[in-house]
């Protein structure tokens, strides 16, 4: 079973660009998630989607980024303009649904290391 | 507010020592969930273990052994007779009922096994 994919592994662009990172997650998981880690820091959640539904977006850092997950299946996470700050590594975990309790493991992936300058 | 500390920037030891991760959580749920996860050089997180509130047994698996105490809200992991291999970042992670299915990490311990 192929496990959670991310693509670009890496992105270099310049401020005031746009960026969209993919993420496949494990076939027939209903939940995916994005995190986000900054240089040197934790981990931090950005949104979770229960199959093409935004469950919980409070980790949005502002209107600049836009996730979407139609269908369903993949899900995009589109940075416009992007900022020096958004420079970081942009993580995807996915879960199934019969297991979409919060006790249970997120499968993550090799995450997007996007770098803004 | 859920908060997760590894005061553990990086640790180095030589292969065949002992070595321990520190992980100290706050929470106010009495319900809640911690995590390891290991990041090696291929950048996917991997899943360790998870043990929840109610479960404050401590758990090994093979080299692996993780030490959670309530009374001082740790959940410390050890790697006995490390290996260059076990050389990656851990990250310790709370999620809780009620709380989505969020997690909330700490900051990581870069883990270097030398020979």
């Not at chain 1, 995916?32 to 977006?57: A, N, P, T």
Request: charged content about 20%; glycine content about 8%.
């Amino acid at each position: 079973e192929a496990g959670v994919t991310q693509f670009p592994s890496h992105s270099v662009i310049e401020k005031g660009q746009t960026v969209t990172l993919r993420c496949d997650p494990i076939s027939g998981h209903d939940n995916l998630y994005w995190y986000r880690r900054v240089m040197g820091k934790e981990i931090k959640f950005l949104l979770h989607f229960v199959k093409e539904s935004k469950q919980d977006e409070s980790g949005m850092p502002n209107n600049r980024f836009l996730a979407e997950r139609t269908g369903g299946t993949y899900s995009t996470l589109k940075v416009q303009p992007a900022e020096l700050e958004d420079s970081g590594v942009y993580f995807c975990a996915s879960s199934p649904a019969r297991l979409a309790g919060p006790s249970y493991e997120q499968y993550f992936g090799p995450g997007t290391r996007l770098t803004v300058t | 507010a859920q908060k997760v500390t590894q005061a553990q920037t990086e640790i180095s030891v030589v292969e065949k020592e002992d070595v321990t991760l520190d992980c100290v959580y706050e929470t106010r749920d009495t319900t809640y969930y911690l995590f390891w996860y290991k990041q090696p050089p291929s950048g996917e997180l991997v899943f360790l273990i998870r043990r929840n509130s109610f479960d404050e047994q401590n758990e090994i698996s093979g080299r692996y052994s993780w030490n959670f105490q309530k009374s001082t809200s740790s959940f410390n992991f050890t790697i006995t007779a490390s290996q260059v291999v076990d050389s990656a970042v851990y990250f310790c992670a709370l999620t809780f009922t009620g709380g989505g299915n969020k997690l909330t990490f700490g900051t990581g311990t870069q883990l270097k096994v030398e020979l």
